[in-house]
């Protein structure tokens, strides 16, 4: 992406029309469809950091209010207003799920996800986690989808604790290692790469 224009919008502005915009519940980001403004120099590290102008954004307030504006279109993301749309940056997944929580034991079992900015989603159908593995180093780098195109990378520690609680099953014809979370088997590595 470019460098953001003399005429596209400030973060002062975009969050002041997201304050407006998320006054009764979350900003429907899905249905605006403003002009583009340009590029914004803002990115979201791959730690969760929210950068602006090279320099971390510290309010969590100020960063939970722009990530209700965050929408995913293709590969790009952009901060969405009702009047305004400008693209940033994403180092790797815009959230990082930071904690989950466990509600019965396999397959009735349910996680649900904690981020950084305090999103939930609980695994399922609608919010799949799905395993990226390095092909250099086979190191895995697990997502959940938290909404409309927009994943968290789960964080170390969790991950660990998911395997904790995994377990291995079918899954088209191959026995894979992996999680159960509202009745669906999310496979995380087959059975036979274990050591």
Known sequence: MSNQKPDSPSADTLASAAKQAGKKGPPPVHLWNPPFCGDLDMRI?????????GTPMGR????????????????????VTPVEKVGITVDDAPFVAVDFEVSGEGRDQT????????DTATAGPDHPIRVVRDPETGEPSPYILIRANLEALIDRKSFYRLVDIGSHEDHDGECWFGLWSSGTFFPIIPSAELP
């Open 60 to 79: 969590k307030e100020l960063v939970k209010l722009f990530s209700s504006i965050l929408r995913k279109d293709g590969d790009d993301y952009f901060l």
């Open 45 to 53: 590290a791959r730690d969760g950091t929210w950068w602006y102008l």
């Open 111 to 118: 996680l649900t996800f904690t981020t950084h900015v305090d």
